[in-house]
């Protein structure tokens, strides 16, 4: 039942070689000038389109880093697979797949159709829908109660307290009618047990956590190594559990591109929509990126030429 212990199908590469591939995986995307700075949320806007940082954390606890890795951003939709993780720790796999589900959706990240289409059903945890869903579902007994016991589970995956910013919670907040809407659609199915409004709120601050490359690294190596941070060595969730997330993140954590993800670099990963990326090598490594221009999708392009590079350079590939 350990996945890590199942899935290290080769050894974690030496430090060595994964310095000098983040190296060279680093220089290579940089050379990319493509792709488009998130604009939907005001405050997105103003990132700089040049930042970029690299940082692959081993499940031994080593990091390795390149570029800008301690340039804060808001973690965005990445929130929506640990967030995953924490309401499977806390309720179970099959409660989770009743309500949420775990398929693509094929469609974009927002889309209201997606919902429409599968009677009112949220469809997987990574796209706005079931992400709202997901939150809506966490223990805690009221929206503050909720906040803190999301607050405190993905701080654990990083291995420190990650800070709302404010700013980011702000402009998303004055700008989500979308997101209301998709929460009003799904309670309009009976389909939330809490207050779609609150429900909004608390994924909105969700998303907005601040997270550096560094952080997603080490978020992403806690899943790759069965759930204990390699930093902290605290269990945040179970092995299970990873199994579970890193399932749905491989089917749907770049959204309607997320099946060509997998057939180029082959491993689960997830993307927000401010610039970060978290990829998992299941007990071997976590890759975080931070680059905010964004391909068609909302998936940052340096972050996924980096990430190829990683994957292939080091063969991560789980396939
Ligand atoms: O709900 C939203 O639209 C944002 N808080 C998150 C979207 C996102 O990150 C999509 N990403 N690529």
């Known amino acids: 039942t350990d996945v890590h212990q199942r899935a290290r199908t080769g050894p974690v590469p030496e430090d060595r070689a994964i310095d000098a591939a983040v190296d060279s995986a680093y220089r290579r995307a940089r050379d990319r000038h ?10 997105l806007a103003g990132a700089d389109p040049d930042a970029f940082g690299l940082c692959v954390a081993d499940v031994d606890g080593g990091l390795h880093e390149a570029g800008q890795t301690r340039v804060p951003f808001s973690i965005q939709s990445i929130s929506k697979a640990f967030a995953y993780a924490l309401l499977c720790e806390a309720v179970g796999h099959h409660e989770v797949r009743e ?3 775990v398929n693509s959706t094929g469609l974009a990240f927002n889309s209201v159709i997606a919902i429409e289409m599968n009677d009112g059903h949220p469809m997987n945890p990574m796209v706005n829908a079931g992400a709202i869903a997901t939150t809506a579902l966490l223990p805690g007994g009221s929206p503050d109660g909720q906040w803190r016991f999301l607050h405190e589970g993905l701080s654990r995956f990083a291995g420190h307290e990650l800070i709302l910013d404010d700013e980011v919670y702000r402009s998303e907040s004055g700008t989500n009618q979308r997101n209301q809407a998709i929460a009003a659609l799904l309670h309009s199915y009976g389909r939330m047990r809490t207050d779609p409004a609150e429900a909004v709120d ?4 969700q998303c907005s956590l601040r997270v550096d490359a560094r952080d997603l690294a080490v978020m992403g190596a806690t899943l790759a190594d069965g759930g204990v941070n390699p930093l902290t060595g605290d269990q945040v969730v179970s092995a299970d559990v ?4 890193l399932a749905v993140m491989a089917a749907s954590g770049l959204y309607q591109t997320s099946g060509e993800w997998l057939f180029e670099i082959g491993l689960p990963g997830k993307s927000g929509v401010a610039g970060g990326l978290v990829t998992v090598a ?8 931070y680059a905010p221009r964004l391909d068609a999708a909302g998936n940052s ?3 996924q030429v980096a990430t190829a590079y990683l994957a292939r350079s080091l063969g991560l590939n789980i396939f």
Not at 202 to 205: A, L, P
Not at 282 to 289: D, E, F, Q, T
């Open 34 to 43: 493509d792709g488009a700075v998130a604009d939907y949320i005001p405050v």
């Open 99 to 101: 309500l949420v589900g």
């Open 202 to 205: 608390v994924y909105t601050r």
């Open 301 to 303: 392009v340096r972050g």
């Open 282 to 289: 299941p007990g071997k490594v976590g890759i975080g990126a």
């Open 242 to 245: 990873c199994r579970d997330t």
